[in-house]
């Protein structure tokens, strides 16, 4: 179990984890992609995004939110005085579906069972920021809706689970903006709520992916 592992251990599994996910084939978006995109940054974090999937750029560099919406995430970290080294990153798929549809299903569940779950039990976040709906789902009922849900911390196994809509969706309709920039302001407050914790429990069995999700 990740919580008997030390420091060292878990980053060399956290390691292992990404080696693997490179080499993947479980499921059939590894046909389309360049590279598959496991996650990037500490082992420790106590903050953890999780996204939807990789776009064009990060399947190209093999990393996450690098693109346009990764500029956005970095200006947000920013503004509460955080830098990207400092969280977790990663999405709920790690290659990227052709066209940029939507991850199907099955896709969604080969990919979280396989290797998310296992990413924060190693990580043990003290909070999952959560970025648009398909994270959402994993977490939160599947029937909600994010323009709902957003900014509504909700406290479970010694962790916070926190709804953002996705940096995508605020830079296509920056209508959004206000309401992203204050749900971030709003992680320093939540995290200090946890300060005396050791970190995230095992998370609750995510529920299988919805066949359909609310676009909003
Ligand atoms: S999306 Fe996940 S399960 Fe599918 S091939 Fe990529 S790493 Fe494997």
């Known amino acids: 179990m990740a919580e008997k592992m030390s420091l060292e251990e878990r980053r060399a599994a956290l390691q292992e984890i990404g080696d693997t996910i ?90 979280v069972e ?31 809706r994010i323009t709902r849900l957003h900014g509504q911390p909700k406290r479970a196994n010694n962790r916070i689970y926190y709804p953002l809509f996705h940096p995508a969706a605020v830079l296509r309709n920056p209508n959004l903006r206000p309401a992203m920039e204050a749900d971030f302001k709003r992680m320093p407050a939540l995290l200090a709520e946890l300060a005396d914790l050791p970190g995230g429990d095992e998370p609750d069995e995510p529920p299988p992916p919805p066949k359909q999700l609310s676009l909003f």
């Open 22 to 111: 490179r080499q993947c084939r479980l499921c059939p978006l590894y046909s389309g992609r360049t590279h598959a995109v496991p996650g990037a940054g500490r082992v420790d974090a106590e903050i953890m995004f999780i996204g939807e999937a990789p776009g064009f750029h990060e399947d190209q560099q093999g990393l996450p939110f690098v693109g346009a919406s990764g500029k956005y995430l970095d200006e947000l970290l920013a503004k509460i005085g955080l830098k990207r080294d400092q969280v977790f990153i990663t999405n709920v798929v790690k290659c990227r579906p052709p066209g940029n549809r939507d991850p199907q299903p099955d896709e969604i569940g080969t990919c």
């Open 114 to 144: 396989t290797y998310l779950k296992r990413q924060v039990e190693l990580i043990r976040p003290k909070l999952i920021a959560t970025l648009g709906r398909f994270s959402m789902a994993l977490y939160f009922p599947p029937d909600a």
